[in-house]
């Protein structure tokens, strides 16, 4: 028979811990797909956040290093600086990027650092519990914004992308979704120009994915999936804000 | 080697560079900042990095990320900015990576001000970071023994897989002082095979990691390897200076450059004929407990003098188990202690007035 699918070497055989529709686990295959492809898990350091993904070092198969809260940037920019010739990635989500580690992606872009961050926009605090992140939706219920959160009392959702692609250091930012097959695919081709654009040493480089969180939506997953189609794209719109001419 | 005049934040520098330290990560910060500035300048000649930081707290991380890539490599702040730093020194030493940080102590609390003081003891033995954690504490007194301990740090650091602080008020960083440079004893150093320098696909992937879900785990992690670690660290790294403390009439407690000007008011006692002592912690921690076994009944009482409101007095009164009285005497805010004042107190003790 033939094989038409194969567990990607870039993850270890460590079962997620993610809750059931959660689509960290197919951003964590994507990842791990093309740092396969690209021939270069002997080469690369990750660097894991904390939130939902803090276990991220038990499931991709290379050197990984656990940061603090937001700091993922900052550290990452610690080892590319000792071994600018490994590839080095930082995995994080929106409450962790987006909020606590504001300083630190800023300035990671600015310098120019030459890592990727992968950044998994799931508008919502998963690991804590369902909290307000920067990211949530005007309207959004979740724990600490109860009666829906609104732009008088908490602003309007952060737009990371847009926000990065105005700081020169920033030569690679992508927004892509993972709600079904087709926008998958797209996200992963995002994601390996993104790690290309790093083995170039063209500069800094970021793909915001968005993702689901059922658990905490409360929805099923299904639902959780139609749910950031008709809720997120509008206001997070998919798209390539900067890429280097030389992966064009 | 020669001695060469040199100002104590660029000793301190140079002294990391002769140990092979090749990176540096720091932010600007009173009265620190000519040691920032010298790596930014020298580092590049010996194919290192040198990276400002956006914040303390970046720069505590990238010296996390660094540490943890094999490297040796340095961070330095003054009070408020170690304080900031506390998050990343908690988790180095959680994930057991050897680094050296330099404080260049300011007065506080707050904003505080920019002379030299000693106010951040509980700081930098207690830590603001969280958890059951410790780190190595250098108190050097002169820009000699600052440049000697700074090289030798990194040897302990990555004896040990811990951050090792040298602390010293803001006169250590200012002051300039004839210093050479001298090659530490020769330790046996463990290799680096646990840093993430990417796998070839020669081995498992290594982890630097200080999250144990597990509080079974955790325990272990705590009790089995920091807490082993920190045994053997007192038993063998405690370090201090003891002058006449044997069957003195009072002895007295200080580090840093505070210790010096004590040194004076020694001095004016024995001209008078009175006999005292002086203990000069070089390690703040481990704190050295064993120096004060030398007390005899014959002493009248112990003075601590620092400049800070009493700190490490907390640990003079642990050492000293309530054996004998022991009395504070202190400036603070950027203010020095006056030998005479200092005179003065050593006879009201001897003089029973205390």
Redesign the interface.
């Known amino acids: 028979m033939a094989l038409v699918f194969d567990r990607t070497k870039g993850l270890t055989d460590k079962i997620f811990h993610y809750c059931p529709g959660c689509t960290h686990g197919i951003i964590h295959r994507l990842v791990g797909e093309v740092l396969e492809e690209l021939d270069v898990l002997g080469d690369t350091i990750g660097v894991a956040p904390v939130g939902c993904s803090v276990f991220a070092y038990d499931y991709f198969n290379c050197d990984m290093h656990e940061a603090a809260h937001g700091r993922a940037p900052a550290v990452a920019t610690g080892i590319k600086r000792v071994r600018p010739d490994n590839v080095v990635f930082t995995y994080q989500g929106d409450g962790d990027l987006a909020s606590i580690g504001t300083a630190e992606i800023v300035h990671a872009a600015h310098r120019g650092e030459k890592i990727t961050t992968i950044f998994v926009n799931n508008a919502i605090y998963g690991m804590t519990g369902g909290q307000m992140a920067p990211t949530t939706l005007i309207g959004q219920k979740a724990t600490t914004s109860p009666y829906g959160r609104t732009k008088e009392h908490s602003g309007m959702p952060l737009k990371v992308s847009e926000m990065l692609s105005t700081i020169d250091g920033a030569v690679f930012v992508e927004r892509v979704s993972v709600h079904n097959a087709a926008n998958i695919r797209k996200a992963k081709k995002a994601i390996k120009k993104a790690f290309e654009v790093q083995l170039k040493g063209e500069g800094f480089g970021i793909v915001e994915v968005l993702s689901t969180c059922p658990t905490n939506w409360g929805m099923t997953p299904v639902e959780g999936l139609k749910w950031l189609e008709e809720n997120m794209l509008p206001y997070y719109p998919l798209g390539n804000f900067r890429t280097p001419q030389e992966v064009e | 080697m020669a001695k060469v005049l040199m100002k104590g934040n660029e000793a301190i520098g140079a002294a990391a560079i002769k140990a092979g330290c090749k990176?540096f990560?720091g932010y600007p910060i009173t009265p620190q900042n000519e040691l920032p500035e010298f790596m930014s300048r020298e580092l590049p000649k010996v194919d290192g990095?040198f990276?400002q930081?956006?914040?303390e707290?970046?720069?505590i991380?990238?010296?996390?990320?660094?540490?943890?890539?094999?490297?040796r490599?340095m961070t330095s702040s003054s009070s408020p900015g170690i304080a900031l730093k506390q998050?990343?020194i908690s988790?180095i030493a959680g994930?057991e990576l050897p680094c050296v940080i330099v404080n260049i102590v300011r007065g506080g609390p707050g904003l505080g001000g920019i002379q030299p003081a000693q106010s951040d003891y509980y700081q930098a033995t207690r830590g603001g970071g969280n958890g059951d954690y410790r780190h190595v504490v250098y108190a050097p007194a002169t820009i000699q023994e600052t440049v000697d301990l700074v090289m030798e740090s990194f040897d302990v650091a990555d004896q040990y897989r811990i951050p090792v602080m040298v602390i010293g008020d803001g006169m250590i960083g200012q002051m300039m002082e004839p210093v050479e440079f001298n090659e530490p004893k020769r330790r046996e150093l463990p290799s680096k095979e646990w840093a993430?320098?990417?796998?070839?696909?020669?081995r498992e992937?290594?982890?630097?990691?200080?999250?144990f879900i597990d509080p079974e785990e955790l325990e272990v992690h705590v009790n089995e390897r920091l807490e082993k670690k920190h045994a053997i660290i007192t038993e063998k790294e405690v370090r201090f200076e003891s002058y006449n403390v044997e069957d003195a009439d009072v002895v007295c407690v200080a580090y840093g450059t505070t210790s010096r000007i004590v040194k004076n008011a020694i001095a004016k006692c024995e001209e008078e004929g009175l006999k005292v002592g002086l203990i000069r912690p070089i390690t703040l921690w481990p704190f050295p407990d064993k120096a004060f076994e030398a007390i005899t009944d014959k002493t009248k009482g112990i003075l601590t003098v620092e400049m800070s409101t009493g700190q490490m007095i907390d640990d003079v009164k642990i050492a000293m188990n309530g054996r004998k009285p022991v009395y504070f005497h202190g400036r603070t805010g950027g203010m020095i202690p006056n030998p005479d004042d200092i005179v003065a107190e050593i006879k009201k003790i001897v003089g029973g007035e205390k």
């Open positions: 990176y990560f990095c990276v930081a956006e914040s707290v970046a720069a991380n990238m010296v996390y990320g660094a540490a943890g890539a094999g490297v490599v998050e990343g988790y994930a993430t320098d990417g796998t070839k696909g020669e992937p290594n982890i630097i990691n200080s999250l």
